[in-house]
């Protein structure tokens, strides 16, 4: 059967539908549900079972770890907190006063009720505390943290409404929880604090900058390493699974342009959309800025993601655009690239790894 869709308030979830969602949790089914970011695709942390149905349901390599999703505090039975650091132990404090509940997900020691599934069994667990009332209600009146990867299949494009991810996984689950399209659009900024120094994992919903001011505010050491990588292949080293260089992807084949120079940026994506529109449908993902110049190109779809001037827009729109391109059954996607400062970084990084690499420096 395929999975049910509940239309939830995401301000105030109502009681008797977060209640029949929280039964099912807590009865070891998998539910997706809203966050602030993107979907997620809920089980039971606690339970080894639950969890081997995430894995399942996307088709996800058991080497990549699971984030735990609390609502309020990390309990001890979730992060071993005697195992990090003073120093760690400050800088987890400080963020999570600052940034928790929200789009930070911080990578601490595994806690002795999380199953080593969850965390592909490595020693750490990504845990973060999303804002969205619908996941807050949820983790609540389940009594349990809730494991949680980005409902989509492995490696698709990540989902930002409840018909994404029924899109993917409708065979798959019981519930989707429909709380309307996720606020900031692409996922969790992940920050390990296990090592020596706080490491970058994933540039998401905080930015980097943002996580620096918060630590020498603090008075803490504020250098964090950026170890984002790009990786062709998995394996059982990789620290996020989002260092894949195919990852976000959408089923056309997307090239990433990239230049200073707006001018000559546009100049290339049109007289390359002109090119390919003889033998291909031409899908075009660029900023409002770019729209006049490039109108009324033959046999071309195109999605105007945001202004140059407001990324936290083109990030809200990111995944949901490139969806749409599928839908329209391009076969390739031309897409410009944006400034990466602040949430920019995260856009950046998703439309490198859409690209599988197919990368054009102007
Ligand atoms: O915004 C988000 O973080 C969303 C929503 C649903 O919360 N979740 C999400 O999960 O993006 P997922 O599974 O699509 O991506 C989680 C990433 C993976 O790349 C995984 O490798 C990494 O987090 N991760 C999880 N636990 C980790 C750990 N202990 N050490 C290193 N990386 C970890
Ligand atoms: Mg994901």
Same mark, same amino acid.
């Given at each position: ?43 039971? =942390? ?38 990090? %650091?003073?120093?760690?132990?400050? %800088? ?55 494991? =949680? ?90 620290? =996020? ?49 770019? =729209? ?71």
């Amino acid at each position: 059967m395929p999975a049910e869709i509940i239309r939830i308030s995401p301000e105030r979830p109502e009681p008797t539908i977060i209640a029949q969602a929280a039964a099912l949790i807590r009865a070891g089914q998998l539910v997706a549900f809203p966050t602030e970011t993107v979907y997620g695709l809920g089980a039971n =942390a606690f339970d080894e079972n639950a969890v081997a149905g995430i894995f399942k349901a996307k088709g996800r390599p058991a080497a990549d770890p699971i984030i735990v999703h609390c609502a309020e505090e990390l309990p001890a039975d979730v992060v071993d907190w005697s195992q990090l %650091s003073e120093a760690a132990q400050r %800088s987890a404090q400080a963020l999570q006063a600052a940034f928790m509940p929200g789009a930070l997900t911080l990578v601490l020691p595994r806690g002795g009720r999380i199953p080593p599934i969850v965390t592909a069994g490595l020693p750490s667990v990504g845990v973060r505390m999303p804002s969205h009332p619908v996941a807050q209600a949820l983790i609540r009146a389940s009594g349990v943290p809730i494991a =949680a990867p980005s409902a989509n299949r492995f490696a698709h494009t990540s989902p930002t409404t409840a018909q994404h991810v029924y899109a993917d996984l409708a065979d798959q689950i019981a519930l989707i929880l429909d709380g309307g399209a996720a606020q900031v659009g692409v996922e969790s900024t992940i920050l390990d604090l296990c090592g020596e120094r706080p490491r970058l994992l994933r540039h998401g919903g905080v930015p980097l900058e943002a996580l620096q001011a918060c630590l020498a505010r603090s008075g803490l050491p504020a250098h964090i390493e950026v170890v984002t990588r790009y990786v062709a292949e998995p394996s059982d080293a990789l620290p =996020a699974s989002g260092m894949l260089l195919k990852h976000y992807a959408p089923r056309a084949a997307l090239t990433l342009y990239e230049s200073a120079d707006d001018t000559r940026l546009r100049a290339a994506l049109g007289a390359q959309a002109r090119r390919l529109a003889a033998v291909e449908r031409v899908g075009l993902l660029i900023a409002a800025e770019d =729209a006049p110049f490039l109108a009324d190109l033959p046999n071309t779809c195109t999605e105007v993601v945001g202004s140059l001037s407001d990324l936290a827009g083109v990030a809200h729109n990111l995944f949901a655009a490139l969806r749409r391109l599928d839908d329209h059954g391009v076969t390739v996607i031309l897409a410009r690239s944006f400034p990466a400062a602040g949430i920019g970084a995260a856009v950046r990084d998703r439309l490198i790894r859409a690209a599988s690499g197919r990368l054009v420096h102007l």
